[in-house]
């Protein structure tokens, strides 16, 4: 009698931390022992570490999650009511989120359908003639999806002949590039989470912002703490997004560990890209000049229900990003404005679109489990 299969779960954030258990407690007990448990000395040294990661020049500013650090951004920039911000639908609602929170009028996008990102076409279309009825548009959020860069190139050609600074939301590409640069360090400023299954993960909530702009980051460091330049003294309307003091010394535990957790990711997606070679499942696009970092390995079928079901059925956990577009959403159908295309491939997607377990943590043996699952999946 065959033993039962063990269920390989689609993200398993604990996997991170049983990894490098006895480093993350130590750090844990580092900065309780510390006494000091916000904005102090770990926070300091983890925006330092992540910045120099990034590279030359990069200024990081830690906060509570990645919602505001796109949020943080924007208020940095002074945009909010009476502006718009382009992004795009087929994202996790976060993004649109942050750019209602500073009171600014979202307009949401389409994505190519090979590789989920921002149509850049579009983009340039929206910039040259905007729809009639939003408030001028004053930025453009860029989504680097499941892992890797949008169309960069004429995205920033476009931004700078219309005159609008392009921020990128990083939330699931730590350590992507594209033409050699990190991705995070192409735009104006860019906004990463630290939520548990991201790349980089906290054991918690966090994010952190990045740009080359000095005077932002300052900027933005007083308005994440009630825009205190002098402690109790508000020289800047401000909001509480603060990174605490446990969450950056597990974040610097775990850095130094990113680049190869990254590798390990790519291979693992080689390992699906040769199970499913020569089958009906076309594995994803990686794009040309670019590193992907999978935070996902996304897969397309009309028949999403039945596949997923056959893999729970060999102990293969799926998931679906995202099931329902933002503009389909009941907090946001109706009154969100849309471009041109009517975010017709976004809605496409919604419907075929699945997750395979993706994390470094997985052993080589579940590795062979999925690959053998997506092999006899035809």
């Known amino acids: 009698m065959n033993a039962p299969l063990t269920m390989i779960a689609q993200a398993d954030p604990g996997a991170g931390y049983r990894a490098l258990k006895p480093e993350i407690d130590a750090a844990v007990a580092r900065a309780l022992n510390s006494g000091w448990y916000i904005l102090g000395q770990e926070g300091a040294a983890f925006e330092r570490e992540y910045g120099a990661w990034l590279g030359e020049g990069m200024q990081a500013v830690g906060c509570a999650n990645g919602t505001d650090a796109i949020a943080l951004i924007l208020r940095g920039m002074g945009i909010g009511e009476g502006a718009t911000v382009?992004?795009?639908?087929?994202t996790a609602v976060a993004t649109v989120a942050a750019i209602e929170m500073v009171g600014a009028t979202p307009l949401l996008l389409d994505i190519d359908p090979d590789t989920?990102?921002?149509?850049a076409d579009e983009l340039a279309a929206v910039l040259e003639d905007p729809p009639p009825g939003i408030p001028p548009i004053r930025a453009v959020v860029a989504v680097h999806i499941y892992g890797q860069a949008c169309d960069l190139g004429p995205m920033l050609a476009a931004c700078e002949k219309a005159g609008v600074p392009l921020i990128e939301d990083c939330a699931q590409c730590h350590g992507a590039t594209?033409?050699?640069?990190?991705l995070g360090t192409i735009g104006h400023a860019s906004a990463f989470s630290l939520y548990p299954t991201k790349n980089l993960g906290a054991l918690g909530d966090g994010g952190v912002l990045a740009t080359r702009d000095i005077e932002l980051a300052g900027r933005i460091a007083a308005i994440r703490q009630y825009g205190w330049k002098e402690r109790y003294v508000s020289s800047l309307i401000g909001i509480n997004s603060r990174l605490d003091e446990v969450q950056a010394a597990i974040l610097r535990t775990k850095l130094p560990h990113l680049d190869a957790g990254n590798a390990r990711r790519r291979a693992i997606a080689d390992a699906y890209d040769a199970a499913l070679a020569g089958g009906r499942f076309t594995p994803p696009l990686r794009r040309a000049n670019a590193t992907h970092v999978?935070?996902?390995?996304?897969?397309?079928?009309d028949d999403r229900a039945a596949v997923m079901a056959?893999?729970?059925?060999?102990?293969?956990?799926?998931?679906?990003?995202?099931p329902v577009p933002v503009h389909e959403q009941s907090a946001y159908a109706g009154?969100?404005?849309l471009g041109p295309a009517g975010c017709a491939e976004t809605s496409t997607a919604a419907k075929v679109v699945f997750s395979l377990p993706m994390y470094p943590e997985l052993s080589d043996a579940q590795v062979e489990q999925i690959c053998g699952a997506l092999s006899r999946l035809g």
Not at 294 to 301: A, G, I, K, M, P
Not at 311 to 316: D, P, T, Y
């Open 116 to 119: 989920y990102t921002m149509d």
């Open 335 to 337: 009154r969100t404005a």
């Open 310 to 322: 056959r893999l729970k059925a060999e102990g293969v956990g799926t998931g679906i990003h995202y």
């Open 178 to 182: 594209l033409g050699g640069q990190m």
């Open 294 to 301: 999978f935070h996902q390995y996304v897969l397309r079928s």
């Open 86 to 90: 382009v992004t795009v639908s087929h």
